[in-house]
C-alpha cells in the first residue's frame, strides 16, 4: 500500500508492506511515521462527520464520538442517509448509539430548534 | 449614536475572538454581524480538525464557534447586532449599519477592529471561458448550501482548485451520494494540507490531476460537462490535449479575497500580496484606532490562527481605546527570496518577542528562514519543508531590531 504521512508538514510517501506476517513501512522519515503507516495498514480509523435529515425539515451536522474502521464508513453513511431525527437537538447531544456495529456513538455538532 | 470603546465588525471566528478580549481589558464591545447568528463561515464546516492548537482536541466547525459564541452571548458587555450590513466606517470611528430590526443604527467607537472575513474568487475572476449555465458553484457556496440549508447541488462534480474547501467539499459531495468525476488544479501542488489530500480525496479514490486546467465549460441551461486540458509555460492550458468530462455541477476553489470593501476611498494602506490592510504587531493599520484581524487582513490556513491574531487585535484595540496603546516609531518589514509576504508589515522596537507570519512562494526543502533587522542577521531558523498552503511563523526579540525588518529563506 502507498499513502502520504500526515503526522507532520513533511508529508513523506510511504509503502507499507506485509511481508512473513510482519508490516513494514518504508519511505518514513521518523518514528511516527512509521507508527502511522502500520496503523494505516492494519486498521485504518477516521472519525466521521455528515449531516443527518430532520423530520421537520433541514439538517443536524453529526461526528462519530470516536473513529471508526475506514471499511466502515459506507455502511455509516448509508445509515445516516435514511436515519431522521425528531425533536429539539443541542450540540453534543447522542442522536444514536453504536449504528454500525462499532462501538461509537453519533454526537450532533449543532443546535436544532423546532 | 450609540458609543461603545470598541466596534468589532464581523461576528466571525475573528470577529467573536477579538471581541472576547477587548472585553478582558474591560472595554465596552458592540458586535457586528450581517448573517442571523455569529459564527460566520464556521457554522458551514461541519468536518473536524478545527481547533488542535488552540484548544488541544479536534472540533467541528459548528463546535469551535459555539465556544466562543457561548461567551459571547453570556457576556453583557458585548452588545450584538445581528442581520446588520455595515455600510460605511469613517476615520474618527463612526460605524454606519443597518439591520432589520434596529434600522439604521450609527455607533461612535474608541476603535474599531475589522473581521469581515473574505469571500470566494468566482467564475468571472478566473474568466471562466463558455456557456453561462446553472451548475456552477463556489466551493464555499456549494458547502453552505448543503450543510447549512440542506441541498445537494449536483450529481456528478468536477472541482477546479484544490484548495482545502475544495477538497473537502469533494469528500462531503461524495457522502451525500455525488459522485465526483476529478478534482483539476493548475499549480504542479495542491494549496491544501496533506491531511485533507489522503483523508477526502484518496480515501474516497477521488482522482487529482496537477497542472491542469478547466478550458471551457458547456450547457445551455444546466452544466453538461467541461473540458480540461493540461497546462504548460506561464500556465498557459495546452488545447490540443483537451478532454471532454460529462458532468452537472462544476466547483471553484480559486482562491479568497479579503472582503476590505468597507475601506475603498480610505486612507488605511492596502498590500497588493496579500489584499488586506498593511498592519503593525498590534495588528493596527496606518490609520490610527483601526485593526484589523483574521481572513480579512490575510487568508489563514488554520482557523486556531486566526482566533490568536484577533485576540492580538481586540486586545489592542481596547488598550486603545482606554489611551493606553504606546504609539511610536514603526520599522518596515519586507519579505524576500522564496517569502512571499510577512506580516505584520511594521514592528515598534521595544521588549519582548513578535512573532513574524508568513509565507512562501513554492515548496521548499531544507530552507533556513533568516531575519535581519537593519542589515544584520537576527535569527535563523532551518526548516524541514515549507509550502505556500501553510502559514509559518518565526519569534524574534524586539530588543534586537537595529532598523528596517527582512524576513528570506537561503539554501
Given at each position: 500500500m502507498d499513502t502520504t504521512c500526515?503526522?507532520?508538514?513533511?508529508?513523506c510517501a510511504l509503502r507499507v508492506e506485509e511481508t512473513d506476517g510482519k508490516v513494514v513501512v518504508t519511505g518514513n522519515g521518523c518514528p511516527r511515521g512509521a507508527k502511522y503507516g502500520e496503523a494505516e495498514f492494519l486498521h485504518p480509523e477516521r472519525v466521521v462527520t455528515t449531516l443527518l435529515k430532520h423530520e421537520r425539515g433541514g439538517v443536524v451536522s453529526v461526528k462519530t464520538d470516536r473513529p471508526i474502521p475506514k471499511s466502515k464508513i459506507g455502511e455509516f453513511l448509508s445509515w445516516a442517509a435514511s436515519y431522521r431525527v425528531s425533536g429539539a437537538v443541542a450540540t453534543g447531544?447522542?442522536?444514536?448509539?453504536?449504528p454500525v456495529g462499532c462501538g461509537a456513538t453519533v454526537v450532533a455538532t449543532a443546535d436544532y430548534e423546532e | 449614536m450609540e458609543r461603545f470603546d470598541v466596534a468589532v465588525i464581523g461576528g466571525g471566528p475573528a470577529g467573536m475572538a477579538a471581541a472576547l478580549a477587548a472585553r478582558e481589558k474591560g472595554a465596552t464591545v458592540a458586535l457586528l454581524e450581517r448573517?442571523?447568528?455569529?459564527g460566520g463561515i464556521l457554522n458551514q464546516c461541519i468536518h473536524n480538525g478545527f481547533g488542535?492548537?488552540?484548544?488541544?482536541e479536534e472540533l467541528t466547525g459548528p463546535e469551535y464557534a459555539k465556544r466562543f459564541r457561548d461567551k459571547v452571548l453570556a457576556d453583557a458587555g458585548i452588545t450584538v447586532f445581528l442581520e446588520a450590513m455595515v455600510l460605511s466606517l469613517t476615520e474618527d470611528r463612526v460605524v454606519t449599519a443597518l439591520s432589520p430590526t434596529k434600522g439604521l443604527v450609527e455607533i461612535e467607537a474608541g476603535a474599531v477592529v475589522l473581521a469581515m472575513g473574505c469571500r470566494e474568487r468566482s467564475a468571472g475572476a478566473i474568466a471562466l471561458a463558455g456557456t453561462r449555465p446553472?451548475?456552477?458553484?463556489t466551493a464555499g457556496m456549494a458547502q453552505r448550501l448543503c450543510n447549512?440549508?440542506?441541498?445537494?447541488?449536483?450529481k456528478e462534480v468536477v472541482i477546479l482548485g484544490s484548495g482545502d474547501i475544495g477538497l473537502i467539499m469533494a469528500r462531503r459531495m461524495t457522502s451525500e451520494g455525488?459522485?465526483?468525476?476529478l478534482v483539476a488544479e493548475i499549480?504542479?501542488?495542491?494549496?491544501?494540507?496533506k491531511r485533507n489530500i489522503v483523508q477526502c480525496l484518496n480515501d474516497y479514490d477521488i482522482p487529482l490531476r496537477y497542472s491542469t486546467t478547466v478550458t471551457r465549460v458547456t450547457g445551455k441551461n444546466r452544466l453538461t460537462g467541461v473540458y480540461v486540458a493540461p497546462v504548460g509555460e506561464g500556465l498557459?492550458?495546452?488545447?490540443?490535449r483537451e478532454e471532454y468530462i460529462p458532468c452537472d455541477t462544476l466547483l471553484l476553489s480559486v482562491g479568497l479575497i479579503p472582503?476590505?470593501?468597507?475601506?475603498?476611498?480610505?486612507?488605511?494602506e492596502m498590500s497588493r500580496?496579500?489584499?488586506?490592510a498593511v498592519v503593525d504587531e498590534y495588528r493596527?493599520?496606518?490609520?490610527?484606532?483601526i485593526f484589523s484581524a483574521g481572513n480579512v487582513l490575510h487568508v489563514h490556513d488554520l482557523v486556531d490562527n486566526v482566533s490568536e491574531e484577533a485576540r492580538i487585535a481586540g486586545a489592542a484595540a481596547a488598550d486603545y481605546a482606554q489611551g493606553a496603546l504606546s504609539a511610536g516609531e514603526t520599522l518596515s518589514v519586507t519579505a524576500a527570496d522564496g517569502v512571499r509576504y510577512a506580516l505584520p508589515q511594521r514592528v515598534h522596537a521595544g521588549e519582548g518577542t513578535v512573532r513574524l507570519y508568513f509565507r512562501v512562494d513554492k515548496v521548499y526543502r531544507g530552507r533556513t528562514v533568516v531575519v535581519t533587522s537593519g542589515g544584520e542577521v537576527i535569527k535563523r531558523k532551518k526548516t524541514l519543508v515549507m509550502a505556500p498552503g501553510e502559514m509559518q511563523y518565526i519569534e524574534v526579540d524586539?530588543?534586537?531590531?537595529?532598523g528596517d525588518v527582512s524576513v528570506r529563506t537561503e539554501e
Open positions: 500526515i503526522m507532520c508538514p513533511m508529508g447531544d447522542a442522536l444514536a448509539e453504536d | 448573517d442571523d447568528r455569529l488542535l492548537h488552540y484548544f488541544g446553472a451548475g456552477i458553484y447549512v440549508e440542506g441541498y445537494l447541488v449536483g455525488a459522485k465526483v468525476k499549480m504542479p501542488f495542491s494549496s491544501g494540507l498557459r492550458p495546452d488545447l490540443s472582503e476590505n470593501d468597507l475601506l475603498t476611498g480610505s486612507r488605511v500580496v496579500t489584499s488586506g493596527q493599520t496606518s490609520v490610527p484606532g524586539r530588543a534586537l531590531f537595529k
